[in-house]
Protein backbone atom coordinates (compact mmCIF):
# COMPACT_ATOMS: atom_id res chain seq x y z
CA UNK A 1 0.00 0.00 0.00
CA UNK A 2 2.91 1.69 0.74
CA UNK A 3 3.75 2.74 -3.37
CA UNK A 4 -0.01 2.21 -4.54
CA UNK A 5 -2.36 4.12 -2.06
CA UNK A 6 -0.01 6.40 0.76
CA UNK A 7 2.26 7.52 -2.34
CA UNK A 8 -0.73 8.72 -4.36
CA UNK A 9 -2.17 12.54 -4.73
CA UNK A 10 -5.35 11.33 -4.89
CA UNK A 11 -5.45 9.93 -1.49
CA UNK A 12 -3.16 11.98 0.12
CA UNK A 13 -5.40 14.93 -0.83
CA UNK A 14 -8.29 12.80 1.16
CA UNK A 15 -6.02 11.81 4.08
CA UNK A 16 -4.55 15.35 4.76
CA UNK A 17 -7.92 16.79 4.61
CA UNK A 18 -10.02 14.35 6.73
CA UNK A 19 -7.74 12.43 9.38
CA UNK A 20 -4.82 12.58 10.99
CA UNK A 21 -2.90 9.60 9.69
CA UNK A 22 -0.25 8.40 12.00
CA UNK A 23 2.04 5.69 10.60
CA UNK A 24 3.44 3.16 13.71
CA UNK A 25 6.21 1.02 13.86
CA UNK A 26 5.09 -2.41 14.93
CA UNK A 27 8.45 -3.57 16.84
CA UNK A 28 8.84 -0.33 18.14
CA UNK A 29 5.36 -0.47 19.87
CA UNK A 30 4.31 -3.90 20.22
CA UNK A 31 1.54 -2.43 22.38
CA UNK A 32 0.05 -0.05 19.91
CA UNK A 33 0.32 -3.23 17.49
CA UNK A 34 -1.06 -5.75 19.65
CA UNK A 35 -3.82 -3.86 20.67
CA UNK A 36 -5.34 -2.92 17.20
CA UNK A 37 -4.28 -6.20 15.93
CA UNK A 38 -6.86 -7.82 17.82
CA UNK A 39 -9.52 -5.38 17.11
CA UNK A 40 -8.86 -5.84 13.42
CA UNK A 41 -8.97 -10.09 14.05
CA UNK A 42 -12.44 -9.49 16.21
CA UNK A 43 -14.23 -6.97 13.22
CA UNK A 44 -12.87 -8.83 10.57
CA UNK A 45 -12.08 -12.28 11.15
CA UNK A 46 -7.98 -12.04 10.35
CA UNK A 47 -5.13 -9.88 11.08
CA UNK A 48 -2.08 -9.53 9.24
CA UNK A 49 -0.11 -6.81 8.34
CA UNK A 50 -0.55 -4.11 6.38
CA UNK A 51 -2.98 -3.08 9.23
CA UNK A 52 -4.99 -0.07 8.62
CA UNK A 53 -7.11 1.13 11.99
CA UNK A 54 -9.25 3.95 12.12
CA UNK A 55 -9.51 5.53 15.47
CA UNK A 56 -11.69 8.74 17.18
CA UNK A 57 -9.70 11.38 18.90
CA UNK A 58 -9.63 9.07 22.00
CA UNK A 59 -8.09 6.27 20.43
CA UNK A 60 -11.25 4.17 20.06
CA UNK A 61 -11.71 2.49 16.79
CA UNK A 62 -14.52 1.66 14.61
CA UNK A 63 -12.64 0.43 11.42
CA UNK A 64 -9.91 -1.82 10.49
CA UNK A 65 -8.83 -3.65 7.37
CA UNK A 66 -5.70 -5.27 6.48
CA UNK A 67 -4.65 -4.69 2.64
CA UNK A 68 -7.19 -2.22 0.55
CA UNK A 69 -6.28 -1.66 -3.05
CA UNK A 70 -6.69 2.05 -4.12
CA UNK A 71 -9.74 1.33 -6.25
CA UNK A 72 -12.37 -0.78 -5.38
CA UNK A 73 -12.36 -4.30 -7.14
CA UNK A 74 -13.23 -7.77 -7.22
CA UNK A 75 -15.46 -7.15 -4.18
CA UNK A 76 -12.97 -5.86 -1.95
CA UNK A 77 -13.36 -2.12 -1.08
CA UNK A 78 -10.87 0.41 -2.33
CA UNK A 79 -9.09 2.42 0.11
CA UNK A 80 -10.40 5.72 -1.94
CA UNK A 81 -14.05 4.13 -1.49
CA UNK A 82 -13.42 3.57 2.28
CA UNK A 83 -11.92 6.22 3.30
CA UNK A 84 -14.87 8.43 1.59
CA UNK A 85 -17.67 6.24 3.08
CA UNK A 86 -16.07 6.48 6.57
CA UNK A 87 -15.62 10.61 6.50
CA UNK A 88 -19.36 10.64 5.40
CA UNK A 89 -20.98 7.93 7.87
CA UNK A 90 -18.42 10.24 11.11
CA UNK A 91 -20.04 13.36 9.45
CA UNK A 92 -23.70 12.28 9.38
CA UNK A 93 -23.92 10.33 12.64
CA UNK A 94 -20.82 10.96 14.89
CA UNK A 95 -22.65 9.54 17.96
CA UNK A 96 -23.28 6.26 16.34
CA UNK A 97 -19.61 6.08 15.97
CA UNK A 98 -18.97 6.79 19.56
CA UNK A 99 -21.60 4.30 20.35
CA UNK A 100 -19.98 1.44 17.89
CA UNK A 101 -16.33 2.49 19.69
CA UNK A 102 -17.78 1.62 22.82
CA UNK A 103 -18.85 -1.79 22.01
CA UNK A 104 -16.13 -2.78 20.91
CA UNK A 105 -13.69 -1.54 23.59
CA UNK A 106 -16.37 -3.08 25.92
CA UNK A 107 -16.30 -6.41 23.96
CA UNK A 108 -12.64 -6.75 24.32
CA UNK A 109 -12.01 -5.62 27.47
CA UNK A 110 -14.14 -8.36 29.18
CA UNK A 111 -12.12 -11.27 31.16
CA UNK A 112 -13.20 -14.69 31.17
CA UNK A 113 -13.92 -16.29 34.85
CA UNK A 114 -13.80 -19.30 33.85
CA UNK A 115 -10.05 -20.51 35.28
CA UNK A 116 -8.91 -23.41 35.76
CA UNK A 117 -5.13 -25.56 36.67
CA UNK A 118 -3.58 -26.91 33.32
CA UNK A 119 -4.13 -30.51 33.05
CA UNK A 120 -1.04 -32.70 32.41
CA UNK A 121 -2.50 -34.35 29.59
CA UNK A 122 -1.79 -30.86 27.50
CA UNK A 123 1.13 -31.80 27.14
CA UNK A 124 0.30 -35.02 25.05
CA UNK A 125 -2.38 -33.05 23.06
CA UNK A 126 0.12 -30.07 22.24
CA UNK A 127 2.67 -32.99 20.89
CA UNK A 128 -0.13 -34.60 19.24
CA UNK A 129 -1.04 -31.62 17.10
CA UNK A 130 2.52 -31.10 16.26
CA UNK A 131 2.28 -34.80 15.09
CA UNK A 132 -0.57 -34.10 13.09
CA UNK A 133 0.64 -30.71 11.23
CA UNK A 134 4.07 -32.39 10.78
CA UNK A 135 5.41 -32.91 7.22
CA UNK A 136 7.10 -36.05 7.26
CA UNK A 137 8.66 -35.65 4.02
CA UNK A 138 10.49 -31.96 4.26
CA UNK A 139 9.83 -31.37 7.82
CA UNK A 140 8.04 -27.99 9.25
CA UNK A 141 4.36 -27.85 10.33
CA UNK A 142 1.47 -26.95 8.96
CA UNK A 143 1.52 -26.08 4.80
CA UNK A 144 3.26 -23.42 2.77
CA UNK A 145 4.09 -20.50 3.54
CA UNK A 146 6.45 -22.42 6.11
CA UNK A 147 7.86 -20.72 9.16
CA UNK A 148 10.74 -22.42 11.00
CA UNK A 149 9.18 -22.03 14.44
CA UNK A 150 12.25 -23.08 16.25
CA UNK A 151 10.13 -22.81 19.42
CA UNK A 152 8.12 -25.59 18.68
CA UNK A 153 11.54 -27.55 17.98
CA UNK A 154 12.85 -26.57 21.27
CA UNK A 155 9.55 -27.72 22.93
CA UNK A 156 9.65 -31.18 20.85
CA UNK A 157 13.45 -31.45 22.78
CA UNK A 158 12.03 -31.06 25.95
CA UNK A 159 9.17 -33.51 25.16
CA UNK A 160 11.82 -36.06 24.33
CA UNK A 161 13.79 -35.92 27.34
CA UNK A 162 10.39 -36.27 29.41
CA UNK A 163 9.19 -38.60 28.08
CA UNK A 164 11.65 -40.54 25.81
CA UNK A 165 9.03 -40.60 22.73
CA UNK A 166 11.43 -40.87 19.55
CA UNK A 167 8.92 -39.72 17.01
CA UNK A 168 9.44 -36.26 18.83
CA UNK A 169 13.40 -36.30 18.48
CA UNK A 170 12.54 -37.43 14.96
CA UNK A 171 10.18 -34.28 13.88
CA UNK A 172 13.08 -32.38 15.39
CA UNK A 173 15.98 -33.60 13.18
CA UNK A 174 13.78 -34.20 10.47
CA UNK A 175 12.71 -30.46 10.32
CA UNK A 176 16.27 -28.93 11.27
CA UNK A 177 18.06 -31.18 8.18
CA UNK A 178 15.36 -29.85 5.83
CA UNK A 179 15.43 -26.16 7.19
CA UNK A 180 19.42 -26.78 6.53
CA UNK A 181 19.47 -28.50 2.98
CA UNK A 182 17.12 -25.68 1.77
CA UNK A 183 17.08 -22.35 0.00
CA UNK A 184 15.75 -20.77 3.14
CA UNK A 185 19.16 -21.17 4.53
CA UNK A 186 21.80 -19.27 3.15
CA UNK A 187 24.42 -21.60 2.21
CA UNK A 188 26.89 -18.82 1.11
CA UNK A 189 26.59 -15.90 3.93
CA UNK A 190 25.15 -17.63 6.68
CA UNK A 191 21.94 -17.18 8.35
CA UNK A 192 18.42 -17.98 7.73
CA UNK A 193 15.20 -16.19 6.07
CA UNK A 194 12.14 -15.50 7.89
CA UNK A 195 10.21 -18.06 6.27
CA UNK A 196 9.77 -20.30 2.73
CA UNK A 197 6.76 -20.06 0.09
CA UNK A 198 6.99 -23.53 -0.16
CA UNK A 199 6.62 -26.74 1.28
CA UNK A 200 10.12 -28.06 0.06
CA UNK A 201 12.45 -24.72 1.87
CA UNK A 202 13.22 -24.41 -1.42
CA UNK A 203 12.01 -20.53 -1.95
CA UNK A 204 12.53 -17.80 0.91
CA UNK A 205 11.22 -14.67 1.61
CA UNK A 206 14.43 -13.62 1.58
CA UNK A 207 14.24 -11.18 4.71
CA UNK A 208 16.57 -12.17 7.64
CA UNK A 209 15.40 -11.47 11.15
CA UNK A 210 17.58 -11.08 14.23
CA UNK A 211 15.59 -13.03 16.10
CA UNK A 212 15.18 -16.40 14.00
CA UNK A 213 18.89 -16.19 13.65
CA UNK A 214 18.76 -16.13 17.59
CA UNK A 215 16.24 -19.35 18.45
CA UNK A 216 17.27 -21.29 15.22
CA UNK A 217 20.46 -21.09 17.03
CA UNK A 218 19.16 -22.34 20.17
CA UNK A 219 17.86 -25.06 18.45
CA UNK A 220 19.89 -26.69 16.43
CA UNK A 221 22.43 -26.12 19.82
CA UNK A 222 20.32 -27.94 21.58
CA UNK A 223 19.87 -30.97 18.92
CA UNK A 224 23.35 -31.27 19.00
CA UNK A 225 23.50 -31.95 22.41
CA UNK A 226 21.11 -34.28 22.08
CA UNK A 227 21.96 -36.20 18.56
CA UNK A 228 25.26 -34.97 18.39
CA UNK A 229 25.51 -34.39 14.70
CA UNK A 230 28.50 -32.10 13.76
CA UNK A 231 26.52 -30.22 11.06
CA UNK A 232 24.60 -28.92 14.02
CA UNK A 233 27.59 -27.15 15.44
CA UNK A 234 28.90 -25.82 11.82
CA UNK A 235 25.23 -24.20 11.04
CA UNK A 236 25.63 -22.37 14.68
CA UNK A 237 28.94 -20.87 13.83
CA UNK A 238 27.55 -19.90 10.53
CA UNK A 239 24.92 -17.91 12.06
CA UNK A 240 27.66 -16.67 14.73
CA UNK A 241 29.37 -15.87 11.50
CA UNK A 242 26.90 -13.64 9.65
CA UNK A 243 25.00 -12.23 11.98
CA UNK A 244 28.49 -10.54 13.70
CA UNK A 245 29.38 -9.23 10.01
CA UNK A 246 25.82 -7.92 8.82
CA UNK A 247 23.85 -7.70 12.16
CA UNK A 248 26.29 -6.61 14.47
CA UNK A 249 27.00 -2.73 16.36
CA UNK A 250 30.29 -1.51 16.34
CA UNK A 251 29.20 -1.43 20.26
CA UNK A 252 28.15 -4.84 20.10
CA UNK A 253 24.71 -4.52 20.26
CA UNK A 254 22.23 -6.18 17.04
CA UNK A 255 20.76 -5.01 14.41
CA UNK A 256 16.73 -6.14 13.77
CA UNK A 257 16.98 -7.53 9.96
CA UNK A 258 17.69 -7.29 6.29
CA UNK A 259 15.58 -6.85 3.52
CA UNK A 260 14.58 -9.08 1.01
CA UNK A 261 15.18 -7.22 -1.69
CA UNK A 262 18.24 -4.85 -3.69
CA UNK A 263 17.57 -2.76 -6.62
CA UNK A 264 13.37 -3.06 -5.77
CA UNK A 265 13.86 -6.86 -6.60
CA UNK A 266 13.19 -9.42 -3.86
CA UNK A 267 16.53 -12.07 -3.74
CA UNK A 268 18.36 -10.42 -6.36
CA UNK A 269 21.46 -10.13 -3.82
CA UNK A 270 20.92 -13.96 -3.25
CA UNK A 271 20.57 -15.56 -6.56
CA UNK A 272 23.03 -17.07 -9.24
CA UNK A 273 23.31 -18.00 -13.00
CA UNK A 274 25.52 -20.81 -13.83
CA UNK A 275 27.76 -18.71 -15.98
CA UNK A 276 27.94 -16.47 -13.75
CA UNK A 277 29.12 -19.21 -11.20
CA UNK A 278 31.66 -21.08 -13.90
CA UNK A 279 33.27 -17.24 -14.34
CA UNK A 280 33.97 -16.58 -10.93
CA UNK A 281 35.09 -20.49 -9.71
CA UNK A 282 36.56 -21.22 -13.17
CA UNK A 283 35.40 -24.67 -14.97
CA UNK A 284 36.14 -27.38 -12.13
CA UNK A 285 35.21 -26.08 -9.06
CA UNK A 286 32.07 -24.23 -10.75
CA UNK A 287 30.87 -27.35 -12.39
CA UNK A 288 31.26 -28.77 -8.63
CA UNK A 289 29.97 -26.32 -7.14
CA UNK A 290 26.90 -25.94 -9.84
CA UNK A 291 26.34 -29.86 -9.47
CA UNK A 292 26.14 -29.66 -5.40
CA UNK A 293 23.66 -26.87 -4.85
CA UNK A 294 21.40 -27.39 -7.82
CA UNK A 295 22.72 -24.29 -10.03
CA UNK A 296 21.07 -25.03 -14.04
CA UNK A 297 20.44 -23.28 -16.78
CA UNK A 298 16.49 -23.54 -16.31
CA UNK A 299 17.01 -22.11 -13.07
CA UNK A 300 14.97 -23.02 -9.80
CA UNK A 301 13.39 -19.54 -8.87
CA UNK A 302 12.20 -17.06 -11.77
CA UNK A 303 14.96 -17.81 -14.33
CA UNK A 304 17.80 -17.67 -11.55
CA UNK A 305 19.15 -20.50 -8.96
CA UNK A 306 18.75 -20.38 -5.09
CA UNK A 307 21.55 -22.69 -3.71
CA UNK A 308 20.29 -25.37 -2.20
CA UNK A 309 21.01 -29.03 -0.97
CA UNK A 310 17.15 -30.53 -0.95
CA UNK A 311 18.01 -33.03 -3.31
CA UNK A 312 21.68 -33.42 -3.27
CA UNK A 313 23.85 -36.12 -1.63
CA UNK A 314 27.32 -34.81 -0.67
CA UNK A 315 28.49 -38.16 0.00
CA UNK A 316 27.05 -39.76 -4.18
CA UNK A 317 28.95 -36.41 -5.43
CA UNK A 318 31.76 -37.55 -3.75
CA UNK A 319 32.06 -40.84 -5.14
CA UNK A 320 31.26 -40.15 -8.69
CA UNK A 321 33.80 -37.55 -8.70
CA UNK A 322 35.95 -40.23 -6.44
CA UNK A 323 37.23 -37.94 -4.25
CA UNK A 324 36.44 -38.31 -0.08
CA UNK A 325 33.44 -36.59 1.12
CA UNK A 326 36.13 -34.39 3.62
CA UNK A 327 37.83 -33.32 0.38
CA UNK A 328 34.74 -32.60 -1.47
CA UNK A 329 33.42 -30.63 1.97
CA UNK A 330 36.69 -28.15 1.91
CA UNK A 331 36.68 -27.59 -2.00
CA UNK A 332 32.93 -26.36 -1.42
CA UNK A 333 33.36 -24.83 1.28
CA UNK A 334 36.28 -22.70 -0.65
CA UNK A 335 33.68 -22.36 -3.46
CA UNK A 336 31.29 -20.58 -1.34
CA UNK A 337 34.30 -18.30 0.27
CA UNK A 338 35.37 -17.43 -2.81
CA UNK A 339 31.06 -16.20 -3.97
CA UNK A 340 30.61 -14.78 -0.68
CA UNK A 341 33.40 -12.42 -1.56
CA UNK A 342 32.08 -11.73 -4.84
CA UNK A 343 28.01 -11.42 -4.02
CA UNK A 344 29.61 -8.59 -1.49
CA UNK A 345 30.30 -6.41 -4.56
CA UNK A 346 26.31 -6.49 -5.32
CA UNK A 347 24.37 -3.51 -4.11
CA UNK A 348 22.89 -5.07 -0.53
CA UNK A 349 19.42 -5.54 0.76
CA UNK A 350 18.86 -2.48 3.18
CA UNK A 351 19.61 -3.05 7.09
CA UNK A 352 17.10 -2.60 9.68
CA UNK A 353 19.82 -0.61 12.03
CA UNK A 354 17.46 -0.20 15.02
CA UNK A 355 18.66 -2.46 18.16
CA UNK A 356 15.68 -3.81 20.17
CA UNK A 357 16.33 -4.77 23.96
CA UNK A 358 13.85 -8.25 23.32
CA UNK A 359 15.60 -9.62 20.05
CA UNK A 360 19.20 -7.86 21.38
CA UNK A 361 18.27 -10.44 24.59
CA UNK A 362 17.26 -13.17 22.15
CA UNK A 363 20.42 -13.21 20.69
CA UNK A 364 22.65 -12.78 23.68
CA UNK A 365 21.06 -16.18 25.04
CA UNK A 366 21.60 -17.91 21.80
CA UNK A 367 25.15 -17.02 21.68
CA UNK A 368 25.50 -17.69 25.47
CA UNK A 369 24.18 -21.39 25.33
CA UNK A 370 26.18 -21.85 21.82
CA UNK A 371 29.18 -20.90 23.60
CA UNK A 372 28.24 -22.87 26.89
CA UNK A 373 28.01 -25.94 24.53
CA UNK A 374 30.90 -25.33 22.07
CA UNK A 375 33.23 -24.55 24.43
CA UNK A 376 33.74 -21.43 22.48
CA UNK A 377 34.72 -18.30 24.29
CA UNK A 378 33.96 -16.02 21.19
CA UNK A 379 30.53 -16.45 21.60
CA UNK A 380 30.43 -15.92 25.11
CA UNK A 381 32.23 -12.88 25.06
CA UNK A 382 29.99 -11.63 22.23
CA UNK A 383 27.08 -12.20 24.46
CA UNK A 384 28.88 -9.90 27.39
CA UNK A 385 29.45 -7.07 24.72
CA UNK A 386 25.44 -7.40 23.71
CA UNK A 387 24.25 -6.95 27.34
CA UNK A 388 26.87 -4.62 28.21
CA UNK A 389 25.56 -2.34 24.98
CA UNK A 390 21.96 -2.85 26.58
CA UNK A 391 23.47 -2.12 30.06
CA UNK A 392 25.39 1.53 28.61
CA UNK A 393 23.05 1.93 25.58
CA UNK A 394 19.22 1.08 26.04
CA UNK A 395 19.06 1.55 29.68
CA UNK A 396 18.01 5.65 30.60
CA UNK A 397 18.68 6.74 34.02
CA UNK A 398 17.79 3.26 35.14
CA UNK A 399 15.01 2.50 33.04
CA UNK A 400 15.36 0.04 30.48
CA UNK A 401 14.35 1.24 26.95
CA UNK A 402 13.04 -0.85 23.86
CA UNK A 403 14.42 0.68 20.83
CA UNK A 404 17.83 2.21 20.24
CA UNK A 405 19.20 3.86 16.81
CA UNK A 406 21.45 6.22 15.92
CA UNK A 407 22.02 7.48 19.36
CA UNK A 408 19.13 7.36 20.78
CA UNK A 409 17.44 4.77 23.20
CA UNK A 410 12.74 5.02 23.16
CA UNK A 411 10.69 3.62 24.47
CA UNK A 412 9.83 1.88 27.89
CA UNK A 413 10.52 -1.87 27.77
CA UNK A 414 7.68 -4.12 27.34
CA UNK A 415 7.12 -7.56 28.99
CA UNK A 416 9.30 -8.88 26.53
CA UNK A 417 12.35 -6.82 26.75
CA UNK A 418 12.16 -7.74 30.87
CA UNK A 419 11.17 -11.60 29.93
CA UNK A 420 13.67 -12.19 27.61
CA UNK A 421 16.46 -10.18 29.29
CA UNK A 422 16.01 -12.44 32.57
CA UNK A 423 16.29 -15.54 30.11
CA UNK A 424 19.47 -14.11 28.28
CA UNK A 425 21.32 -13.41 32.21
CA UNK A 426 20.08 -17.32 32.91
CA UNK A 427 22.20 -18.39 29.76
CA UNK A 428 24.86 -16.30 30.68
CA UNK A 429 24.83 -17.51 34.18
CA UNK A 430 24.52 -21.49 32.83
CA UNK A 431 27.90 -20.32 30.48
CA UNK A 432 29.99 -18.91 33.12
CA UNK A 433 28.42 -19.21 36.34
CA UNK A 434 29.04 -15.78 37.53
CA UNK A 435 27.10 -14.91 39.80
CA UNK A 436 26.33 -10.96 38.43
CA UNK A 437 24.12 -12.45 35.64
CA UNK A 438 22.17 -14.54 38.16
CA UNK A 439 21.76 -11.10 40.28
CA UNK A 440 20.62 -9.48 37.45
CA UNK A 441 18.31 -12.01 36.24
CA UNK A 442 16.84 -11.80 39.72
CA UNK A 443 16.36 -7.95 39.34
CA UNK A 444 14.83 -8.09 36.30
CA UNK A 445 12.57 -10.19 37.71
CA UNK A 446 11.71 -8.47 40.52
CA UNK A 447 10.89 -5.72 38.59
CA UNK A 448 8.85 -7.15 36.09
CA UNK A 449 6.64 -8.43 39.02
CA UNK A 450 6.32 -5.37 40.19
CA UNK A 451 5.23 -3.07 37.12
CA UNK A 452 3.61 -5.76 34.49
CA UNK A 453 2.13 -8.21 36.95
CA UNK A 454 -1.53 -8.36 36.68
CA UNK A 455 -2.76 -9.09 40.90
CA UNK A 456 -6.44 -9.66 39.72
CA UNK A 457 -6.69 -12.01 36.99
CA UNK A 458 -2.61 -12.89 36.98
CA UNK A 459 -0.30 -12.67 33.82
CA UNK A 460 1.47 -10.08 32.81
CA UNK A 461 0.45 -6.95 31.08
CA UNK A 462 2.14 -6.03 27.90
CA UNK A 463 3.32 -2.92 28.94
CA UNK A 464 4.23 -1.40 32.27
CA UNK A 465 1.43 -0.29 34.63
CA UNK A 466 3.33 3.05 35.05
CA UNK A 467 3.22 3.64 31.24
CA UNK A 468 0.39 5.79 29.29
CA UNK A 469 -2.84 4.42 29.46
CA UNK A 470 -3.97 2.78 25.86
CA UNK A 471 -8.03 1.84 25.44
CA UNK A 472 -6.78 -1.96 26.62
CA UNK A 473 -4.50 -3.63 28.55
CA UNK A 474 -3.14 -6.61 26.35
CA UNK A 475 -1.64 -9.89 28.14
CA UNK A 476 0.35 -11.39 25.03
CA UNK A 477 0.37 -15.18 25.68
CA UNK A 478 0.27 -17.01 22.06
CA UNK A 479 3.64 -17.85 21.16
CA UNK A 480 3.66 -16.81 17.58
CA UNK A 481 7.09 -15.76 15.05
CA UNK A 482 8.72 -15.38 18.74
CA UNK A 483 7.63 -17.04 21.99
CA UNK A 484 5.51 -14.45 24.04
CA UNK A 485 6.26 -12.03 26.84
CA UNK A 486 4.23 -14.67 29.25
CA UNK A 487 6.04 -17.79 28.07
CA UNK A 488 9.30 -16.35 28.87
CA UNK A 489 8.27 -15.07 31.70
CA UNK A 490 6.72 -18.54 33.22
CA UNK A 491 10.32 -19.99 32.14
CA UNK A 492 12.47 -17.67 33.97
CA UNK A 493 10.50 -17.58 37.12
CA UNK A 494 10.51 -21.40 37.29
CA UNK A 495 14.63 -21.13 36.71
CA UNK A 496 14.93 -18.85 39.19
CA UNK A 497 12.80 -20.27 42.18
CA UNK A 498 14.61 -23.16 41.32
CA UNK A 499 18.06 -22.03 41.37
CA UNK A 500 18.08 -20.12 44.36
CA UNK A 501 15.21 -21.87 46.26
CA UNK A 502 12.62 -19.12 46.58
CA UNK A 503 8.46 -20.39 45.79
CA UNK A 504 6.95 -17.66 45.74
CA UNK A 505 8.85 -17.18 42.18
CA UNK A 506 7.36 -20.75 41.00
CA UNK A 507 3.67 -19.30 42.48
CA UNK A 508 3.48 -16.88 40.44
CA UNK A 509 4.67 -19.40 37.24
CA UNK A 510 1.86 -21.53 38.36
CA UNK A 511 -0.61 -19.12 38.60
CA UNK A 512 -0.15 -17.19 35.11
CA UNK A 513 -0.59 -21.13 33.73
CA UNK A 514 -4.33 -20.97 35.24
CA UNK A 515 -4.73 -17.59 34.31
CA UNK A 516 -3.83 -18.57 30.48
CA UNK A 517 -5.33 -21.93 30.66
CA UNK A 518 -8.33 -21.57 28.63
CA UNK A 519 -6.42 -20.16 25.78
CA UNK A 520 -4.22 -22.78 25.65
CA UNK A 521 -6.12 -26.02 26.13
CA UNK A 522 -7.83 -25.10 22.66
CA UNK A 523 -4.79 -24.78 20.69
CA UNK A 524 -1.88 -25.65 22.68
CA UNK A 525 0.47 -26.11 20.01
CA UNK A 526 0.10 -22.36 19.46
CA UNK A 527 1.48 -22.02 23.28
CA UNK A 528 4.46 -24.17 22.63
CA UNK A 529 6.93 -22.27 24.85
CA UNK A 530 4.45 -21.80 27.56
CA UNK A 531 4.36 -25.50 27.57
CA UNK A 532 8.05 -25.70 27.63
CA UNK A 533 8.19 -23.91 30.86
CA UNK A 534 4.94 -25.72 31.79
CA UNK A 535 6.87 -29.16 31.50
CA UNK A 536 9.16 -28.19 34.06
CA UNK A 537 6.46 -28.40 36.68
CA UNK A 538 5.34 -31.55 35.27
CA UNK A 539 8.82 -33.33 35.02
CA UNK A 540 10.46 -32.76 38.64
CA UNK A 541 12.21 -30.01 40.35
CA UNK A 542 16.37 -31.10 39.83
CA UNK A 543 19.03 -28.92 41.49
CA UNK A 544 22.91 -29.63 41.02
CA UNK A 545 24.95 -27.81 43.06
CA UNK A 546 28.80 -27.75 42.72
CA UNK A 547 30.97 -26.35 45.21
CA UNK A 548 34.48 -25.70 44.55
CA UNK A 549 37.22 -27.24 46.17
CA UNK A 550 41.15 -27.00 46.57
CA UNK A 551 41.34 -28.85 43.05
CA UNK A 552 40.80 -25.84 40.51
CA UNK A 553 41.15 -28.01 37.68
CA UNK A 554 38.68 -30.86 38.90
CA UNK A 555 36.27 -27.80 39.38
CA UNK A 556 36.60 -26.60 35.86
CA UNK A 557 36.61 -29.88 34.53
CA UNK A 558 33.43 -30.62 35.81
CA UNK A 559 31.76 -28.05 34.37
CA UNK A 560 33.16 -28.53 31.17
CA UNK A 561 31.44 -31.53 30.82
CA UNK A 562 27.91 -30.59 32.66
CA UNK A 563 28.18 -28.22 29.98
CA UNK A 564 28.24 -30.96 27.24
CA UNK A 565 25.08 -32.72 28.15
CA UNK A 566 21.08 -31.87 27.70
CA UNK A 567 19.26 -31.58 30.72
CA UNK A 568 16.61 -28.95 30.55
CA UNK A 569 14.69 -30.11 33.62
CA UNK A 570 18.63 -29.34 35.75
CA UNK A 571 19.22 -26.01 37.01
CA UNK A 572 22.67 -25.34 38.49
CA UNK A 573 24.75 -23.55 41.05
CA UNK A 574 28.18 -23.83 40.77
CA UNK A 575 31.00 -21.80 42.85
CA UNK A 576 32.75 -21.51 46.03
CA UNK A 577 30.57 -22.34 49.33
CA UNK A 578 30.55 -18.29 50.33
CA UNK A 579 29.30 -17.08 47.08
CA UNK A 580 26.26 -19.96 47.29
CA UNK A 581 25.28 -18.96 50.55
CA UNK A 582 24.93 -15.27 49.29
CA UNK A 583 23.14 -16.40 45.94
CA UNK A 584 20.80 -18.84 47.72
CA UNK A 585 20.49 -18.73 51.63
CA UNK A 586 18.44 -21.85 51.70
CA UNK A 587 22.17 -23.50 50.82
CA UNK A 588 23.53 -22.52 54.27
CA UNK A 589 25.42 -25.02 55.78
CA UNK A 590 26.10 -26.98 52.54
CA UNK A 591 29.61 -27.76 52.72
CA UNK A 592 32.99 -29.56 50.59
CA UNK A 593 33.81 -32.76 51.60
CA UNK A 594 37.40 -32.87 52.69
CA UNK A 595 38.02 -29.58 50.49
CA UNK A 596 37.16 -31.21 47.19
CA UNK A 597 34.49 -30.28 44.25
CA UNK A 598 32.02 -31.42 45.90
CA UNK A 599 28.49 -32.32 44.26
CA UNK A 600 24.65 -32.08 45.60
CA UNK A 601 21.80 -33.47 43.71
CA UNK A 602 18.24 -32.87 44.83
CA UNK A 603 14.83 -33.44 43.53
CA UNK A 604 11.92 -31.46 44.17
CA UNK A 605 14.71 -29.41 47.47
CA UNK A 606 15.63 -32.62 49.13
CA UNK A 607 18.94 -33.53 48.33
CA UNK A 608 20.48 -37.05 48.35
CA UNK A 609 23.98 -37.56 49.78
CA UNK A 610 26.51 -35.47 48.59
CA UNK A 611 29.46 -37.37 46.15
CA UNK A 612 33.22 -35.96 45.17
CA UNK A 613 32.52 -38.11 42.35
CA UNK A 614 31.15 -36.24 39.46
CA UNK A 615 29.82 -39.18 36.78
CA UNK A 616 28.21 -40.45 39.97
CA UNK A 617 25.74 -37.56 39.71
CA UNK A 618 25.84 -37.89 35.69
CA UNK A 619 24.72 -41.61 36.17
CA UNK A 620 21.74 -40.22 38.78
CA UNK A 621 20.87 -37.81 36.09
Not at 90 to 118: F, H, R
Not at 142 to 171: C, I, N, V, W
Not at 451 to 480: M, Q, R, T
Request: charged residues 25%; negative net charge.
Amino acid sequence: MAHESFEDGQIAEILNNNYVSIKVDREERPDIDSIYMTVCQALTGQGGWPLNVFLTSDQKPFYAGTYFPKESMYGRPGFKDVLLSLKEQYDADPEKIAGICSQIVTSLSEKSQNQTALPKEILEKCFQQLTQTFDPKYGGFGQEPKFPSPHQLLYLLRYHRMTSDDEALQMVIKTLDGIANGGIHDHIGGGFARYSVDEKWLVPHFEKMLYDQALLAMAYTEAYQVVGNPRYKTIVKDIYTYVSRELQDVDGGFYCAEDADSEGVEGKYYVWEPAEVMGILGDDLGELFCEAYDITAHGNFEGFNIPNLIDSSLLELAKKKKISLDKLKLQLEDARSILLGERNRRIHPHKDDKSLASWNALMIGALAKAGKVFNNDEMIHAAKRALNFIDEKMTVKGMLKARYREGEAKFDAYLDDYAFLSWACDELYEATYESKYLNKMQQLIDIMLADFWDEDGHGFYLYSKNAAELILKPKDVFDGAIPSGNSAAAYVLLKLARRIGESDYEAKANKLFTAFSNSVSGYPMGYSFLLSAYLLTQSGSKELIILKGDNVEQFTESLSALKEHYLPEVVSLAGEQGEMDELAPNLAGYKTINDETTYYLCRNFQCEQPTIYFQEVMDRL
